[in-house]
């Protein structure tokens, strides 16, 4: 699956290399019922998120 053709500043707005491009993820359907997941805290937005407003 790849992204649709508008979504080429993706690359550029993340400083991607020119043969990169962006994948989208989709998580779909249910986990099973024995299912074990560890018990992680969620992680903050700022944690894990960076706004670039191109100021040095």
Known sequence: MS?????GF???LL???KNEDARPVLHVGYP???VQV??????TL???FQI???EP
């Open 3 to 7: 992204p649709p053709n508008p979504m």
């Open 10 to 12: 993706v690359g550029e």
């Open 15 to 17: 400083n991607r290399a």
């Open 32 to 34: 099973a019922p024995d």
């Open 38 to 43: 560890p018990g992680l805290q969620r992680q």
């Open 46 to 48: 700022g944690e894990v």
């Open 52 to 54: 670039d407003t191109g």
